[in-house]
T-cell receptor, first 113, second 113 residues
């Protein structure tokens, strides 16, 4: 069964600090992995998308890494801001015309003063 | 370019009733997917439509159904509502191709009382 597990479940950090969120998946065959940011009460917004051959991808202060061998990904947030407070969801797509997305349950990040 | 539009934003229904939710995708996107999001389960895939055909289906009971019209707009119907159906229902649209991004709407918050 395809699964995506994220850790930690929740995280509180001080503004200006860095943090790293983890994602482990067992989705096969693998197509791509996305990190989404979801503000409370709103739909998820894509931060990065990575395919099998990509190891690192950045989007501003967000940097995602992918190790396709160990089936692990991380999302690193640099110099956190209050607006980074949200849920971060790791999503993996398998291949094929009937490909599906498998979602992690997310990491709830709170950035405080 | 307008984003994905879901209506209504909020809905309160009683047990046993049925409900229809609507999703208008981004212009030009022919794929529409529906997801249920609850605090305990995270995002769960309901079904995907492409060019008016259901291309993929998640593990939900037959009370959950959907359809897509020729203009790519989609509706989701839930019959005989149960308390456990209370959730945020999200719709996402994307253009053709495995690595294309899924753009999410703001969601419909359904509360069953």
């Amino acid at each position: 069964k395809n699964q995506v597990e994220q850790s930690p479940q929740s995280l509180i950090i001080l503004e200006g600090k860095n943090c790293t969120l983890q994602c482990n998946y067992t989705v096969s065959p693998f197509s791509n992995l996305r990190w989404y940011k979801q503000d409370t009460g709103r739909g998820p917004v894509s931060l990065t998308i990575m395919t099998f051959s990509e190891n690192t991808k950045s989007n501003g202060r967000y940097t995602a890494t992918l190790d396709a061998d160990t089936k692990q990904s991380s999302l690193h947030i640099t110099a956190s801001q209050l607006s980074d407070s949200a849920s971060y969801i790791c999503v993996v797509r398998d291949t094929g015309t009937a490909s599906k997305l498998t979602f992690g349950t997310g990491t709830r990040l709170q950035v405080t003063l | 370019k307008a984003g994905v539009t879901q209506t209504p934003r909020y809905l309160i229904k009683t047990r046993g009733q049925q409900v229809t939710l609507s999703c208008s995708p981004i212009s030009g996107h022919r794929s529409v997917s529906w997801y249920q999001q609850t605090p305990g389960q995270g995002l769960q895939f309901l079904f995907e439509y492409f060019s008016e055909t259901q291309r993929n289906k998640g593990n939900f009971p037959g009370r959950f159904s959907g359809r897509q019209f020729s203009n790519s707009r989609s509706e989701m119907n839930v019959s005989t509502l149960e308390l456990g159906d209370s959730a945020l229902y999200l719709c996402a649209s994307r253009s053709q191709g495995e690595n294309t991004e899924a753009f999410f709407g703001q969601g419909t918050r359904l509360t069953v009382v």
